[in-house]
T-cell receptor, first 110, second 113 residues
């Protein structure tokens, strides 16, 4: 399983883009990059995943570097409700468990 | 289907008592996971079921912990002789084998006093 490194905390102004980085230099070729977030006192919520190509959904965009050693989660117009802890991790799909790090605590400020 | 349901949301118990938590996964999901999360940490894997078979257990799951998933639907996690160190959020998640992404429940917060 890939070991991931994320900054412990970040701030973002409401309405601006939030760019959350993640280093996963040990990710293997069959592991997808997954992002989840956890709002205080709730269960984690799936955001997005990708293998090689950049991905976009209704929640966020995921930019993966060509060497796949790092990625950036982009929340294009952050709102106060996006304040949460954001986790990235590598996951091969057939693995039976996700390995969670400490994540990045994102504070969106008015 | 409203997602993964966990019951109760909160449980306060005295040290030494037994507690049982229930998880109802998304109905068509055949995989079910239990995780534990303490304050400031990411979730830690406890155990995993595919249908009714418990396929993996973490070393974190001491002999005081037992999980079941009879008939491959809902699951229960029981903790016997609770200790203060068991105080945590217990999270349940479900997924489809071959699918991507888990769906988590809101968790059961256990406080052992």
């Amino acid at each position: 399983d890939a070991k991931t490194t994320q900054p412990p905390s970040m701030d973002c102004a409401e309405g601006r883009a939030a760019n959350l980085p993640c280093n996963h230099s040990t990710i293997s070729g069959n592991e997808y990059v997954y992002w989840y977030r956890q709002i205080h006192s709730q269960g984690p919520q799936y955001i997005i995943h990708g293998l090689k190509n950049n991905e976009t959904n209704e929640m966020a965009s995921l930019i993966i570097t060509e060497d796949r050693k790092s990625s950036t989660l982009i929340l294009p117009h952050a709102t106060l409700r996006d304040t949460a802890v954001y986790y990235c991790m590598g996951y091969a799909g057939n693995n039976r468990k996700l390995i969670w790090g400490l994540g990045t605590s994102l504070a969106v400020n008015p | 289907d409203t997602g993964v349901s966990q019951d109760p949301r909160h449980k306060i118990t005295k040290r030494g008592q037994n507690v049982t938590f229930r998880c109802d996964p998304i109905s068509e999901h055949n995989r079910l996971y239990w995780y534990r999360q303490t304050l400031g940490q990411g979730p830690e894997f406890l155990t995993y079921f595919q249908n009714e078979a418990q396929l993996e257990k973490s070393r974190l799951l001491s002999d005081r912990f037992s999980a079941e998933r009879p008939k491959g639907s809902f699951s229960t996690l029981e903790i016997q002789r609770t200790e203060q160190g068991d105080s945590a959020m217990y999270l349940c998640a479900s997924s489809l084998s071959g699918g991507h992404g888990y769906t988590f429940g809101s968790g059961t917060r256990l406080t052992v006093v």
